[in-house]
Nanobody, 114 residues
Framework: HVQLVESGGGSVQAGGSLRLSCTASGFTYGSNCMGWFRQVPGREREGVATISGGGSITYADSVKGRFTISKDNAKNTLYLEMNSLKPEDTAMYYC?????????WGKGTQVTVS
């Protein structure tokens, strides 16, 4: 049974920082694909940052230079370091993982920037 559990969300003022974590059980990040996505009510879910199975990292244009995705294979944990947060970053943030496509999803953690 695969489970992804996000943590680290919260409320922060504009310009502040947060670090999201996503710990996996029943699944090894290893060389599989993984990433962070976000969604605002009434809008489509969008990709924020992803790591491909080959290790390539991709960021949404809106977060480049501010967000950093990383992983700790020993802890089987995915991170998203978010700096210089803006009100438009407010959303529910989800982590996802899979072998080729994003099969597994966490339940999300809310980030609110005021």
């Amino acid at each position: 049974h695969v489970q992804l559990v996000e943590s680290g969300g919260g409320s922060v003022q504009a310009g502040g920082s947060l670090r999201l974590s996503c710990t996996a059980s029943g699944f090894t990040y290893g060389s599989n694909c993984m990433g962070w996505f976000r969604q605002v009510p009434g809008r489509e879910r969008e990709g924020v940052a992803t790591i491909s199975g080959g290790g390539s990292i991709t960021y949404a244009d809106s977060v480049k230079g501010r967000f950093t995705i990383s992983k700790d294979n020993a802890k089987n944990t995915l991170y998203l370091e978010m700096n210089s947060l803006k009100p438009e970053d407010t959303a529910m943030y989800y982590c996802a993982a899979g072998t080729v496509v994003f099969t597994y999803w966490g339940k999300g953690t809310q980030v609110t920037v005021s």
